[in-house]
């Protein structure tokens, strides 16, 4: 069940939403977790009984950790970090990658069989989730969580499940114990999570269809290849960051403030600045857990591309158990190592159009690599861009016909929109009836559009399932 369904909308969290009305605030979190699981279940019933032992798994970890923490001891801290972190990547790495494992060897003549898991829905995002908990119990950063409803209630919290953003557990101590739900910060969530909905429905779906007829099309123009490299571009932008923007509304309804995902990152000037601003929580992570233990930048040169690799190649994996995805981390990882150490102060001396010009075709071209897991097709699709014809019949049809979703894909993706919002807001007044009016109008035109097109449309992938 995904956020992007008449079924979630009308049955799910309509339901949801009711009885957390009526129920009692010391009920709430208890409420939320019966309430995820049924949402786990409904989606993935198969793979619940590893979601919840998994849960249980790091909740008595992480007080055996703080237990030895409290008496001292170290080394036993230690090892149960150890054994607890090996448990979490063991199955992460037993259903994601055991199969591209086997089918490596194999390729080296072996001719072992190819274990065929189903991937666990939003596994690789709750295993990050409780393992940055379990390290921040044994770092000293948070207390380890007694109430095993109130943790199950963290890790399971449906809003943030199945695809991120990465909530760390330090982001929502407090709120798990208590928060207020307000009227205006339920609005707020709603607003939310229209315009999130909105991303998905009216932008990435609509993308994604273009993407799709112009890819299937072999004899396509090179005009028709670079549109469709922007096409998936928005397609993968607003189909993440539109989920993102659906969760943080979904948990700002619930009295929860999720940590931003996306900051504009079409908008960057460099690949450093792209990787500030596209899933920001990723980032994080494998900056506060992986890159600094390592040493960070702290150790000279050489250490620092070997953790700037590590953390790449590590990223890479993460997003999928394929060699394309390990070779578009490597890809970043060349870009950012030579912004670091040769161009860094040179590129910020070039005006401000041709960085931004140089960082989208680095994300471009990044995105072919990402988007065929086929080497030899990503290859074949990155020559089309280079290749006759030039334009044929077919370019100007498919470029003026589809006006209607590349020209707010690409206004949207930008800050101008919310530019404009914040001097409509500073001329009118925050508290103006007309404009609070008209926002809430234009927000219930929005939905009933994205309810139209879910109900005539069967086009609605989600792209970072698969992660």
Same mark, same amino acid.
Request: proline share 3%; hydrophobic share 50%; charged share 15%.
């Given at each position: ?27 709430? &979190? ?23 032992? !998994?849960?249980? %798994? ?27 972190? !090996? ?29 065929? %898991? ?52 330090? +982001? ?39 993407? +799709? ?67 920001? =929580?990723? !980032? ?10 390592? @040493?960070?930048?702290?150790?000279? =040169? ?16 993460? #997003?999928? *158990? ?14 950012? =190592? ?17 960085? #931004? ?8 071209? @990044? ?6 897991? &086929? ?14 014809? %030039? ?18 894909? *690409? ?48 086009? &609605? ?5 698969? %992660?």
């Amino acid at each position: 069940m995904v956020f992007s369904s008449i079924t979630f909308l009308f049955v799910f969290l309509a339901a949801v939403l009711l009885l957390s009305a009526v129920c009692p605030m010391r009920f709430q &979190n208890y409420l939320l977790l019966a309430a995820s699981l049924a949402f786990y279940v409904w989606g993935e019933w198969r793979f619940a009984g590893i979601l919840v032992l !998994s849960t249980l %798994f790091d909740y008595g970890m992480g007080l055996l950790i703080g237990y030895f923490r409290k008496k001292e001891q170290k080394r036993a801290a230690t090892a149960v970090l150890i054994v607890t972190v !090996s448990g979490n990547l063991l199955v992460l790495g037993v259903f994601k990658y055991s199969g591209l494992l086997v089918r490596s060897i194999n390729a080296l003549g072996a001719s072992f069989r190819v274990p065929s %898991f189903v991937l666990p829905l939003g596994i690789s995002f709750y295993t990050f989730q409780q393992m940055s908990y379990i390290i921040d119990v044994y770092r000293g950063n948070v207390k380890p969580q007694k109430n095993p409803l109130t943790f199950g209630t963290y890790v399971m919290l449906f809003p943030q499940l199945i695809a991120g953003p990465i909530v760390r557990y330090s +982001e929502i101590e407090e709120q798990l114990a208590e928060r207020k739900r307000t009227v205006t910060g339920y609005a707020e969530g709603v607003r939310r999570f229209v315009c999130g909905l909105a991303k998905k429905v009216l932008l990435a779906n609509s993308a994604g269809a273009v993407y +799709e007829t112009i890819t299937a099309n072999t004899g396509r123009s090179a005009v028709l290849s670079w549109l469709g490299m922007f096409l998936y571009a928005f397609q993968i932008y607003y189909d993440f960051s539109g989920y993102s923007d659906m969760a943080i509304g979904l948990g700002k309804m619930f009295g929860f403030t999720f940590p931003e995902n996306f900051d504009h990152p079409y908008e960057a000037k460099s690949a450093t600045e792209f990787w500030r601003r596209w899933h920001i =929580t990723l !980032s994080t992570w494998f900056r506060e857990y992986v890159y600094i233990p390592l @040493g960070g930048s702290r150790k000279g =040169t050489w250490r620092t591309i070997r953790n700037l690799l590590i953390v790449w190649a590590l990223t890479g994996f993460w #997003h999928g *158990a394929a060699w394309n995805f390990l070779l578009w981390g490597l890809y970043w990882f060349v870009f950012l =190592t030579i912004e670091k150490f040769v161009i860094g102060k040179k590129l910020e001396k070039v005006p401000s159009v041709f960085r #931004h010009v140089y960082a989208l075709l680095l994300i471009l071209f @990044g995105w072919v690599l990402f988007a065929n897991e &086929n080497l030899s097709a990503a290859g074949s699709y990155i020559a089309s861009l280079f290749r006759g014809p %030039f334009v044929n019949a077919e370019t100007g049809y498919v470029f003026f016909s589809n006006l209607g979703v590349i020209l707010p894909a *690409a206004l949207f993706c930008t800050s101008l929109p919310g530019k404009w919002a914040a001097a409509l807001k500073k001329k009118t007044g925050e508290e103006a009836f007309v404009p609070a009016l008209l926002r809430t109008a234009v927000m219930a035109v929005v939905f009933l559009l994205c309810v139209a097109c879910l109900i005539r449309e069967s086009y &609605n992938p989600f792209l970072y399932f698969r %992660f």
